[in-house]
C-alpha cells in the first residue's frame, strides 16, 4: 500500500465542498440558488459558494468584463448575503486582475477627459509601451519587432491593441489582450445640421452615406461623400462621437493608483463575505519589452507576492488562475510559494481513465500532489471549457519535459468530447496560426456520453481527490449540451453550452433522478466526514481499479471502483459511529 504521510492543506484554507454558479444560474437572482441550497436535499452539502462575477456590475464575458466590484442589485441582494452566512457557506469571488470593462468608471474618464484623465496611466498604451522596441505601422501602432513579437502568447489572431478615440480627436492604441468591439450608432441627417453651409438634403445625403458604409463592414472611412469630402475632417467628429466600445482593457500595473484599486477591491470582497479570491488571468497582468507577456519571471512573481500582501491585510486567501502545459510546471512553482492552485490536469484524466479503463496516469497526478504537498481546488466542469492544453508536455531550453497523458491520448480526449457535441477554442501565435487547442467545451455529463454510471464514477473520484471538490451546478443536475445557446453566442458562443439556466421546475425534477441524488449523496459524505482531514492512502489494485482511502484520527473514508464497469462501493466510519455504506453499479 502506498500511504503518504500527510495531506493537510495549509489550516486557514478552508475545507468542505465548494458550489459553483452565477447568480442566475438557477431562477433568476441569487435568492432563488440560495432557496434550492435550502432544500433538504442540500442539506450539509456545502460549505463554500463560488459565485461568478455577475454578482459585480459587468458588461461581456457573462461577468469577466467587470464594470466595477459593487454589488449587482438586479441579481444579488443585501439578504442574500445575509442567508449565505447563515447557511455558513463561505464565498469565492474574481478579482480579474488584467483587465476591466471599457465601461468602468477609469476607462469612461479616460474617453471623456483624455489626456487630462487622472486614468491616463490607468490603462497600457500600446506606442508608449513599446517605443523605441519596434516600428511605426502605417497604422499608427508600433510593431515590436520580431524578438519581441515571437514571444507574445496571443488571446487572438491579431495584435493585442483597441484604438481609443481621445477628446483632441487623436486615436491612441491601448493593450486588449482579450475582447474588443467597436461600433457607431447610426447617423441621422440631423447629426450634420451643424456644420456651416451644408443643407438639410445634403445632411441626409451624408447621414445615408455613412450608413451605408457602416451596414456594409463597419467602416464608416469608406463611405462616399461626393461633393463633401472636402469636409471630410468635420465629418469624422461627428461620427466618432457616435463610436462605442465593448472590450476589456488591459491594466498598467505600473501605475500605483490600479494597485490602490486591487487594495480597495479586495477590501470590498472581504466585506461581502469572500474568505478565497480566485486571480484571474494574472499571468497576464506583468508586461515588460523582451519578456513573455504570459507569466515572465521575476516580474509575475513580485506582483503575486505583492497582491497576497494587501489579500493578507483582509483576511483573503488568493487562489491564482494559472493554465500552462503540464511540462511547463507552472502549477508546481506556484503550489511552491505557498498558493493553492487550480486542479486543471484533473478534468481531462478523469475522462482518460473513464474511457480507456486504466488508473495509470491518474494515479501519477494523485502521488505528485501528496508527494510535493500541492495544495488544490479541483473540478469536473465549470464556467470554462475542459482544459486539454495542460496534459500536454513542453519542450523548454531544447529539452523535452512529458505529460500527463501522451499527445496521441490527449487527442483522443478531445476527439471523444466532439463526437458527442463538444466545441473547441484555440489558441494562436503571433502570425495568426492556430497553435493548440485551449478547452474543449461541453457539459461534464455530455462529455462522458450522458452515461449515468461514468458521472457518478467521476464525482465520487473527485471528491476522493486531495483538495477542495468545486461543484459546478450543471453538473450536479445532469446538464446536457446545450447547442441552441452555443449557436446564438456566434463565434464567441462556445462557452454557453455548459451555461444553461434552470428554472425552478427543472431543478425539482432534477432532483427526482438517481444521478443527481446520488451525486448529493456523495457530496454530503465528503462535505462531513472527518477523514478527509486527514491522510490519503493509494491501495494496490489492477490497473482498471482504483482504491483511495482517507484517515484522520479514528474516522475512515474509502472508495472502491471498477473504472471499466463503473461499479463503485464507497464506506465510511466517524469512530465508533456506524458504518456508511454507498454502493453503485
Not at 118 to 141: L, V
Not at 205 to 211: I, R
Amino acid at each position: 500500500m502506498d500511504q503518504k504521510l500527510e495531506t493537510t492543506l495549509a489550516p486557514t484554507l478552508p475545507r468542505g465542498v465548494m458550489f459553483n454558479a452565477y447568480p442566475d444560474s438557477i431562477g433568476s437572482t441569487l435568492s432563488d440558488t440560495i432557496e434550492v441550497l435550502k432544500r433538504p436535499e442540500l442539506r450539509d452539502t456545502f460549505s463554500l459558494f463560488y459565485v461568478l462575477p455577475t454578482f459585480f456590475h459587468s458588461d461581456l464575458d457573462r461577468g469577466f468584463s467587470v464594470i466595477d466590484y459593487d454589488r449587482n442589485e438586479a441579481l444579488v441582494g443585501e439578504r442574500d448575503l445575509e442567508a449565505l452566512k447563515a447557511l455558513n457557506i463561505g464565498l469565492k469571488f474574481d478579482l480579474v486582475v488584467n483587465h476591466l470593462s471599457v465601461g468602468s468608471p477609469q476607462f469612461q474618464d479616460l474617453l471623456r477627459r483624455g489626456d487630462k484623465s487622472s486614468f491616463r496611466d490607468f490603462f497600457i498604451d500600446w506606442n508608449e509601451f513599446w517605443r523605441g522596441q519596434g516600428k511605426m505601422g502605417t497604422d499608427g501602432h508600433v510593431v515590436p519587432s520580431s524578438d519581441h513579437l515571437d514571444k507574445l502568447f496571443m488571446r487572438k489572431p491579431e495584435l493585442p491593441i483597441l484604438d481609443v478615440r481621445f477628446p483632441d480627436g487623436t486615436n491612441r492604441p491601448y493593450w486588449n489582450t482579450f475582447y474588443q468591439q467597436v461600433t457607431y450608432d447610426r447617423l441621422e441627417s440631423g447629426d450634420f445640421t451643424g456644420l456651416d453651409g451644408v443643407s438639410a438634403s445634403q445632411s441626409g445625403e451624408l447621414a445615408s452615406a455613412v450608413n451605408a458604409a457602416l451596414d456594409a463592414g463597419g467602416d464608416w472611412r469608406r463611405a462616399q461623400l461626393g461633393e463633401l469630402e472636402s469636409r471630410r475632417s468635420e465629418v469624422e467628429a461627428i461620427v466618432e462621437n457616435k463610436r462605442r466600445y465593448l472590450g476589456q482593457m488591459d491594466l498598467n500595473a505600473q501605475s500605483e493608483e490600479v494597485w490602490r484599486f486591487y487594495d480597495e477591491t479586495l477590501g470590498k470582497l472581504a466585506k461581502f463575505g469572500a474568505r478565497l479570491v480566485r486571480l484571474d488571468a494574472f499571468a497576464y497582468l506583468h508586461k515588460e519589452p523582451g519578456e513573455p507577456n504570459f507569466f515572465n519571471k521575476p516580474g509575475t512573481w513580485d506582483y503575486l507576492h505583492r497582491l497576497r500582501q494587501l489579500a493578507e491585510k483582509h483576511g483573503l486567501i488568493l487562489l491564482p488562475e494559472i493554465h500552462g502545459e503540464y511540462g511547463r510546471g507552472l502549477h508546481e512553482e506556484v503550489a511552491g510559494e505557498g498558493y493553492p492552485v487550480y486542479d486543471f490536469f484533473f478534468p481531462g484524466l478523469v475522462i482518460d481513465a473513464l474511457e480507456r479503463g486504466t488508473n495509470k496516469p491518474l494515479l501519477r497526478w494523485v502521488r505528485e500532489l501528496l508527494d510535493k504537498n500541492i495544495q488544490t481546488i479541483n473540478m469536473l466542469g465549470c464556467h470554462d471549457g475542459i482544459p486539454v492544453l495542460d496534459l500536454n508536455g513542453k519542450t523548454i531550453d531544447g529539452q523535452w519535459h512529458e505529460g500527463l497523458l501522451e499527445t496521441e491520448e490527449i487527442e483522443e480526449v478531445v476527439r471523444r468530447i466532439l463526437d458527442r457535441g463538444g466545441r473547441v477554442k484555440n489558441l494562436y501565435g503571433a502570425d495568426g496560426r492556430k497553435i493548440a487547442y485551449y478547452q474543449v467545451n461541453a457539459t461534464f455529463f455530455s462529455a462522458l456520453g450522458e452515461d449515468d454510471a461514468k458521472m457518478r464514477l467521476a464525482r465520487a473520484i473527485q471528491l476522493f481527490m486531495p483538495g477542495i471538490p468545486q461543484v459546478w451546478y450543471l453538473d450536479l443536475f445532469a446538464g446536457t449540451n446545450d447547442y441552441a445557446a452555443a449557436d446564438r453566442g456566434g463565434a464567441g458562443g462556445h462557452k454557453e453550452i455548459n451555461r444553461t439556466t434552470l428554472d425552478l421546475a427543472t431543478v425539482d425534477d432534477r432532483l427526482q433522478r438517481p444521478l443527481v441524488r446520488d451525486q448529493l449523496e456523495l457530496i454530503r459524505l465528503r462535505n462531513t466526514c472527518s477523514a478527509f482531514e486527514g491522510v490519503l492512502e493509494i491501495g494496490d489494485t489492477a490497473s482498471h481499479e482504483l482504491e483511495l482511502t482517507w484517515r484522520h484520527e479514528d474516522a475512515v473514508a474509502r472508495l472502491r471502483a471498477d473504472l471499466r464497469t463503473g461499479r463503485l462501493d464507497i464506506t465510511a466510519r466517524e469512530g465508533a459511529g456506524a458504518e456508511t455504506r454507498l454502493s453503485y453499479e
